[in-house]
């Protein structure tokens, strides 16, 4: 497929880490709520969201929060735990893509008693470059593929990135 753009609409670079970072918390935002959490297992779990979002394409750093005192009431005894909910998530995550970069955040908003997802950094191409990645991968074979229109780009292999955020200690958690 020659000529195959990731981004039929043409968008700039700016506009498709924007794309991509709503994206990533929208799924954390729909994928994690209602999962049992406690505030010991509170810490797993957010070491677990960073770590399925970090997989991601573009991803170069997620940090989540969960705080399990803002959510509902405590069963007992074996049910005493609460339920993920939306007013207990705080994410934050940094995509690059070259120089182009993006730092988004899902938080709570306590005016509206709502989380919202909102854009709190972005850099246009200018200053240094970010993590290089390539544009195609290893498949199955071994051999280089061309990327998909659905793989996001075909960026960085999950063993690439798990490299290189070691490296960076990229992936923060805090209950």
Do not use: N, W
């Not at 969201?49 to 399990?68: K, S």
């Amino acid at each position: 497929m020659k000529g195959l753009r990731i981004h039929p609409a043409s968008l700039t670079p700016h506009e498709a880490l924007l794309f991509e970072a709503g994206i990533k918390l929208g799924g954390v935002f729909h994928q994690y709520l209602g999962i049992p959490v406690t505030p010991r297992t509170a810490p797993s779990v957010a070491r677990t969201i960073a770590t399925a979002i970090g997989l991601q394409p573009y991803v170069v750093e997620a940090e989540v929060r969960l705080r399990p005192a803002r959510g509902g009431r405590v069963g007992r005894g074996r049910f005493a735990y609460r339920y993920l909910t939306a007013e207990m998530l705080d994410v934050r995550v940094r995509l690059a893509d070259g120089r182009t970069e993006v730092v988004a955040r899902l938080a709570p908003r306590a005016d509206l008693r709502y989380p919202l997802m909102r854009v709190e950094r972005l850099r246009r191409g200018r200053g240094r470059p970010a993590a290089r990645r390539s544009a195609r991968r290893r498949g199955p074979s071994g051999r280089r593929t061309s990327p998909s229109a659905g793989s996001g780009g075909g960026r960085r292999t999950p063993r690439a990135r798990a490299r290189s955020s070691r490296r960076r200690g990229s992936r923060r958690t805090t209950a």
